[in-house]
């Protein structure tokens, strides 16, 4: 549209004296160069990104091959490192709080979008955005100093002694009660990433058509009913792409993590045994590595190995979103 | 739903079933509407829960000294004057050079780069970078600036920040010139006007108020933000604004004496977590009012 709009005013002006013309045309130029430099500039910036990764990391990928992937080893010492451990305590705790997550995000979104009364649903989405602006740090000293406890105290232990003892499950739920861990870490995840899911749930909820949901109800629905069979299969994929989103966020959230996980370089069957992730051990061992050492290189691997797991959800997420806007 | 449409045209005799359906339907619509009311309120929850406790603990440590005297060894009595100066320099900084080319990227995504490949592929980039763990951001520039010029520095620190309000101003950028009718393009280009005049004198007028709501918003974002200035700017403990230097911020002070054994460190860490916590609120709600006012 624009650009037929420019280019049958340009011709006529070349023809004219260039007195008004070329002050524009050289402005054009220039601001149009600066565009388009802005947007390769974005380009470097991710291109870069991936490439000074995949440097740092080379020396790392070098000495120990593909199995640094999965090789559990982490040691500073003999300097033999694996990153298998924390890949394990990145995907589990993402996942983890990927299932915690979606129910209650979607249980806003539905609030939000059916239940709530007009006057309310402003004040509580600009509550539950505001619970994304809490910077990842609060989320950390809030777990280490009031959910930890009441997980070790009250929580874990009544966990431990019921579901516990189950043949099976019961693994995933045995050891001691300290609080920081695995499961902490996830229900920390959940609670940061919840409003990214329900603000994408709850604005694509927002855009099925009005007529649809009206003559569901015109049938007889239930408001539920609407929710199940209109609503949901009208946008099903972007809710995908919402979760996608969330869990994106979810693999490489540092700070929170880093307080609650108990940060130990093992894989334990319990969930409430600690572990750590890749974003936890890169903040924490950072500091003790000398520049140039072996260790540092096995840290940026490990960010490289972050990388491409987010970029892939992203990409994922993005893709789906997008067919939403395009329908 | 079929169970739906058989109500009404079921048989007389089949009174008593519909009635038991009718009444299935409606509890499993009504356990589903308090399950979604109690969900609500359990975000809810959360959030008063960490306000709260930020209060609580927050305001027990607030006194004079924590804006008026740098960081100490424990047991002498600190403040945090250094880490606020030094992260209000480098968030400035960050935000002077970012929004810019933040808007630039944004205007060449809605005015010149629609549907082409080019201009698909920065936006792909650009909302990956949005969502992009942070901590990679610090690790890219640890390599490109920390790494060879031999040392952190405030400056790497900005640049880190920097990187992560690119993508934030880019998205609302993009989002408010789109919602310009192309019918006003149309009027100032018809009035003979170049095209970088209808951008910068009608677009961004327009869609001004949009794009400070996107400024404010990526300032709250990257004013708490703390893993990508570990391995930047690093943090001190004594006073500095010399951006050469390893230069200590609000973030990675309270991660750091929130870790610490010692509790009039532990209570700083508090009094500075609120002191952040308040002030991205604070410019998330402005944001939003500003947004709210124009509409």
């Known amino acids: ?327 | 739903m079929s169970a739906t449409t058989m109500q009404p045209l079921g048989p007389v005799k089949d009174q008593a079933v519909a009635a038991a359906l009718g009444r299935r339907r409606k509890a499993t619509d009504r356990l589903v509407r308090l399950l979604s009311f109690a969900a609500t309120g359990i975000g809810l929850i959360f959030l008063a829960s960490i306000l709260v406790t930020l209060f609580f603990k927050g305001f027990g440590a607030m006194n004079p000294s924590v804006f008026t005297e740098v960081t100490k060894p424990p047991g002498s009595e600190g403040g945090l004057l250094n880490a606020i100066v030094g992260s209000l320099i480098q968030v400035a900084l960050a935000t002077a050079i970012g929004t810019p080319i933040g808007m630039l990227v944004g205007t060449f995504l809605a005015e010149y780069a629609k549907g082409s490949s080019f201009g698909n592929v920065v936006r792909f980039v650009s909302d990956i970078l949005l969502s992009a763990p942070s901590i990679l951001i610090g690790l890219f520039v640890y390599q490109l600036l920390v790494l060879p010029f031999g040392g952190f520095s405030g400056w790497a620190g900005v640049a880190a920040l920097t990187i992560i309000i690119i993508p934030i101003v880019v998205r609302t950028t993009e989002d408010m010139l789109t919602l310009i009718p192309n019918t006003l393009r149309e009027a100032v280009i018809g009035l003979g006007s170049p095209k970088w005049k209808m951008i910068v004198t009608i677009c961004w007028r327009s869609a001004i108020s949009g794009i400070i709501t996107g400024i404010l918003l990526g300032i709250a974002r990257i004013a708490g933000e703390t893993a990508p200035l570990l391995f930047t700017s690093l943090g001190n403990n004594a006073w500095t604004t010399d951006l050469t230097g390893p230069m200590p911020s609000l973030p990675i002070t309270i991660y750091s004496y929130a870790g610490s054994p010692f509790q009039d460190w532990i209570e700083l860490a508090w009094a500075g977590a609120l002191l952040i916590t308040l002030a991205v609120l604070l410019l998330n709600i402005l944001a939003r009012s500003v947004l709210g006012r124009s509409k």
Request: include cysteine.
């Open chain 1, 1 to 327: 549209m624009q650009q037929a709009a420019t280019l049958p005013l340009g011709a006529p002006m070349d023809a004219k004296p260039h007195r008004t013309a070329s002050p524009g045309r050289f402005g054009d130029t220039v601001f149009s160069a600066a565009c388009h430099a802005a947007g390769g500039f974005v380009l470097l910036l991710l291109g870069g990104i991936i490439v000074e990764l995949f440097i740092g990391g080379l020396p790392a990928f070098r000495a120990f091959g593909l199995p640094f992937i999965w090789s559990t080893e982490w040691d500073p010492v003999t300097e033999v490192f694996g990153a298998g451990v924390s890949i394990y305590g990145t995907i589990v705790t993402a996942v983890l709080a990927i299932l915690l997550a979606v129910p209650v995000a979607f249980g806003v979104a539905f609030y939000l979008t059916e239940l709530s009364p007009p006057w309310l649903r402003r004040p509580v989405g600009t509550a539950v955005e505001l619970l994304a602006a809490v910077p990842s740090i609060i989320y950390g000293m809030w777990g280490f100093f009031l959910i930890a406890p009441i997980m070790g105290q009250y929580v874990q232990p009544a966990v431990i002694d019921t579901i516990g003892e189950l043949p099976l499950i019961g693994e995933l739920f045995q050891g001691p009660p300290f609080g920081t861990g695995i499961f902490t870490a996830a229900l920390i995840l959940a609670i940061m990433i919840l409003p990214f899911i329900a603000a994408t749930m709850r604005d694509v909820f927002e855009q099925v058509p009005p007529v649809f949901k009206e003559s569901a109800y015109g049938l007889g629905c239930t408001t539920w009913e609407v929710m199940r069979g209109v609503v949901l299969p009208y946008t099903r994929i972007s809710v995908v792409g919402g979760i996608m989103l969330g869990l994106g966020r979810a693999l490489g959230e540092t700070m929170a993590v880093t307080f609650v996980i108990g940060n130990a370089n093992r894989i334990s069957t319990s969930l409430f045994g600690p572990g750590n992730t890749i974003a936890s051990v890169v903040a924490l061992e950072f500091g003790e590595s000398e520049m140039g050492s072996l260790k540092l290189s096995a840290l940026l691997a490990l960010g490289f190995i972050l990388f491409v797991l987010s970029f892939i959800v992203l990409a994922a997420s993005r893709f789906l979103l997008r067919s939403r806007l395009k329908a």
